[in-house]
């Protein structure tokens, strides 16, 4: 090799060495990043992305979060994957009512009635307007059966 291609091949290498920090994405750069794809109804990327998110930062639970209403919104038959990651958002952020009110949501789409009362219930504890108004429509959806008198 002459010198001069010597050169050239160490300014290229230089470069690429120079910009590996700015290539490598922090957890919470992802999240942003998954925020903008979910934005957009880009349910495929943003499941990815949220999950390299969580991989670098397993704390992360506004990625568990998002990624679990990603996976419910792509297809509800990924229920148990939505699940999970609001179970592990409970997990993290046990005083944070949305992933209640989530999971919630989605055991009464799995007709887990008693589960999805008892999301709902420690969500509107914990200050969740949603959850509120979901419990009050079903009190006044309970059917009282008439009894037969003799």
Sequence with gaps: ????????????????????????ETAEELYRKGMNLAARNVYGEAIDVFTK??????????A????GRMYFAMNPSFCTEARADFTTAIKLTPEDPVPYYERGLLNAFLLQNEQARADMETAAGLGHKG??????????????????QK
Excluded at 131 to 146: N, T, Y
């Design 53 to 62: 998110a969580v991989a670098l930062d397993q704390t992360l639970a506004p």
């Design 131 to 148: 959850a509120r108004e979901w419990l009050e429509k079903e009190e006044k959806s309970v059917v009282v059966f008439p009894t037969v």
């Design 64 to 67: 568990y979060l998002e990624r």
């Design 1 to 24: 090799m002459t010198k001069k291609t010597v050169f050239s091949l160490l300014v290229v290498f230089l470069l690429l060495l120079q910009s590996l920090p700015a290539l490598a």
